[in-house]
């Protein structure tokens, strides 16, 4: 079964780094994900798409900021220079031919 | 620009049936999949169901298969959901979203911005 595994909650101060992760199911290692960004009162938007080869192809006007990384069934998604505004709920999304999965999101907390 | 406005949201009993709309502009509407998602109060992202580009192939979670129908109109730029048999559990905010493919579900890579459903 296709599933994507995300830690619930994150932190990082302002002006850091921090590396949110997704980690897909056993037997899934080479599908991509995309990640999306919905901050707090707003709908989701789309950051990012991350092949299994760790290419990715980011969503209009996403800052140089966002970046994204592959490592076996692991997808990264690495937020530099933390602004305020980067506190929000991160969330990796996968696909089949016939379904769409997403992980149960990180909370990102700028401190 | 891509523009994706729901409506159609509202209260409605349970065992009821209600159709949301989603309007689309700024692409080329008709070559793309599109997809239903909802958001429950403080819960996170569940996909609903899924079309293909012509309308042809339907998919949908086993949650809401049997009660779900997603339906398009491509000559009017629209996508549609036929929620049947309504339960209290489907009160959630319902996104229209656009897919980076044609046929088969891929990556959504486009948002709007949702229609309220409350079933009490």
């Known amino acids: 079964q296709l599933v994507l595994t995300q830690s619930p909650s994150a932190s990082a101060s302002l002006g850091a780094s921090v590396r949110l992760t997704c980690t897909l199911s056993?037997?899934?290692?080479?599908?991509?994900i995309a990640w999306h960004q919905q901050q707090p009162e707003k709908g989701p938007r789309f950051l990012m798409k991350?092949?299994?080869?760790?290419?990715?192809k980011k969503g209009d006007w996403i800052p140089d900021r966002f970046s994204g990384s592959s490592s076996g069934a692991e997808r990264s998604l690495t937020i530099s220079r933390l602004q305020s505004e980067d506190e929000a709920d991160y969330y990796c999304?996968?696909?089949?031919?016939?379904?769409?999965?997403f992980g149960g999101g990180t909370k990102l907390t700028v401190l | 620009q891509v523009q994706l406005v729901e409506s159609g949201g509202g209260v409605v009993q349970p065992g009821r049936s209600l159709r949301l709309s989603c309007a689309a502009s700024?692409?080329?509407?008709?070559?793309?999949?599109m997809h239903w998602v909802r958001q429950a109060p403080g819960k996170g992202l569940e996909w609903v169901a899924g079309i293909s580009y012509d309308g042809t192939t339907k998919y949908y979670p086993d949650s809401v298969k049997g009660r779900f129908t997603i339906s398009r109109d491509n000559s009017k730029n629209t996508l549609f959901l036929q929620m049947n048999s309504l339960r209290t559990e489907d009160t959630a905010l319902y996104y229209c979203?656009?897919?980076?493919?044609?046929?088969?579900?891929?990556?959504?890579?486009?948002w709007g911005q949702g229609t309220l459903v409350t079933v009490p």
């Open positions: 700024g692409f080329s509407f008709s070559n793309y999949a």
């Open positions: 991350i092949t299994s080869d760790g290419s990715h």
């Open positions: 999304q996968t696909w089949s031919t016939d379904s769409v999965v």
């Open positions: 056993s037997g899934h290692s080479n599908y991509a």
């Open positions: 979203a656009k897919d980076d493919g044609g046929k088969y579900a891929t990556m959504v890579d486009y």
